[in-house]
Antibody, heavy 122, light 107 residues
Framework: QVQLVQSGAEVKKPGASVKVSCKASGYTFTSYGISWVRQAPGQGLEWMGWISAYNGNTNYAQKLQGRVTMTTDTSTSTAYMELRSLRSDDTAVYYC???????????????WGQGTLVTVSS | DIQMTQSPSSLSASVGDRVTITCRASQSISSYLNWYQQKPGKAPKLLIYAASSLQSGVPSRFSGSGSGTDFTLTISSLQPEDFATYYCQQSYSTPVSFGQGTKLEIK
C-alpha cells in the first residue's frame, strides 16, 4: 500500500532552517510528483510547491521563492523540503502529498504524509 | 492567481441530513477541482477528483458536480464520521489554491 512517512516534529529559532523528509513506499517513486502543503494552527491549507520525482523539476509558490528548496533522493524514495530564514509565521504542520494525474489529465493529491509540526520560537 | 471561495464557512447539521457545500473559482477552471476531508490532527483525505469522480474507497453518499467556476460537494445522508472540515482545491494552474474550508458540525 502507498505510504508517505514524514520526519518528526522540529523546534527552531527565528532565522534558522528546517529540512523535512517524506519517505515514499508502495509505488514507483519516480512516476509521480510530490507537493508540499502547510497548515498554520487553526488555519487552512497553503500550497508551497511541487517537485517532479522523475527529473527534479520544481515549481515553488512565489511567496516562498528564495527561502524554500525541494529535492528528492530516488535511491531512497525520499522527498525533502528545506525552508530557510524561518519566521514565527512559518509555524505550521507541513505535509507532503503525492500528485496523481487522473481523468483528462487533472491532477489531485491522492496520498498524504502524516504531517510534521515545525514550531518557530525564540 | 486563482482564488477559491467556499460557502458556508461553517455548517451545523444532523445525522441523516443532506448537505451541500459550494466552491467558486475566481476564473474558469474547467473540471480541475478536487475535494478533501480533514479531521482534527489528521492529514486531508481525497474524496472527489476532477469535480465529480469518487475516489476509491470513499462512500457513495459523497458526490461532486460543477464545471467552470461553480462547484458543489453533496453528502446525501450525513453519518457521524462525516463531521469534519472540507476543502476544495483547484489544480488548473499554479499556484495550486484551496478554499478556506467548511467546518461541518453536529447540530
Amino acid at each position: 500500500q502507498v505510504q508517505l512517512v514524514q520526519s518528526g516534529a522540529e523546534v527552531k529559532k527565528p532565522g534558522a532552517s528546517v529540512k523535512v523528509s517524506c519517505k515514499a513506499s508502495g509505488y514507483t517513486f519516480t512516476s509521480y510528483g510530490i507537493s508540499w502543503v502547510r497548515q498554520a494552527p487553526g488555519q487552512g491549507l497553503e500550497w508551497m510547491g511541487w517537485i517532479s520525482a522523475y527529473n527534479g523539476n520544481t515549481n515553488y509558490a512565489q511567496k516562498l521563492q528564495g527561502r524554500v528548496t525541494m529535492t528528492t533522493d530516488t535511491s531512497t524514495s525520499t522527498a525533502y523540503m528545506e525552508l530557510r530564514s524561518l519566521r514565527s509565521d512559518d509555524t505550521a504542520v507541513y505535509y507532503c502529498a503525492r500528485e496523481s494525474i487522473a481523468v483528462a489529465g487533472i491532477p489531485n493529491f491522492d496520498y498524504w504524509g502524516q504531517g510534521t509540526l515545525v514550531t518557530v520560537s525564540s | 492567481d486563482i482564488q477559491m471561495t467556499q460557502s458556508p464557512s461553517s455548517l451545523s447539521a444532523s445525522v441523516g441530513d443532506r448537505v451541500t457545500i459550494t466552491c467558486r473559482a475566481s476564473q474558469s477552471i474547467s473540471s480541475y477541482l478536487n475535494w478533501y476531508q480533514q479531521k482534527p490532527g489528521k492529514a486531508p483525505k481525497l474524496l472527489i477528483y476532477a469535480a465529480s469522480s469518487l475516489q476509491s474507497g470513499v462512500p457513495s453518499r459523497f458526490s461532486g458536480s460543477g464545471s467552470g467556476t461553480d462547484f458543489t460537494l453533496t453528502i446525501s445522508s450525513l453519518q457521524p464520521e462525516d463531521f469534519a472540515t472540507y476543502y476544495c482545491q483547484q489544480s488548473y494552474s499554479t499556484p495550486v489554491s484551496f478554499g478556506q474550508g467548511t467546518k461541518l458540525e453536529i447540530k
